[in-house]
């Protein structure tokens, strides 16, 4: 059974940073393409970034420069880095895990104020 478990969410100012985890079980991760997307309400759920096996990086424009996404394959689990966190940059974030079929994390709050 493949299990995406994310955590690291929370309640943080403007400016701020938090780093997300996703802990992959039932898969290799590494030969995977890993992603996160977030979905803030009312909104479609949009891919934030995502890392190929080998290691290529891709960033959504709202995220470049201040978000970073990285891999440890031998722990089975991704990151996330978010620096100069934007109120704007408030919503549910998952972990997504594609190749063959695609699998999703349960998601976790990320809440960006004052």
């Known amino acids: 059974q493949v299990q995406l478990v994310e955590s690291g969410g929370g309640l943080v100012q403007p400016g701020g940073s938090l780093r997300l985890s996703c802990e992959a079980s039932g898969i290799d991760c590494s030969i995977y393409i890993m992603g996160w997307y977030r979905q803030a309400p009312g909104k479609q759920r949009e891919l934030v970034a995502s890392i190929g096996s080998g290691g290529r990086t891709n960033y959504a424009d709202s995220v470049k420069g201040r978000f970073t996404i990285s891999r440890d394959n031998a722990k089975n689990t991704v990151f996330l880095q978010m620096n100069s966190l934007k109120p704007e940059d408030t919503a549910i974030y998952y972990c997504?895990?594609?190749?063959?079929?695609?699998?999703w994390g349960q998601g976790t709050q990320v809440t960006v104020s004052s």
């Open positions: 997504n895990a594609m190749r063959l079929a695609v699998y």
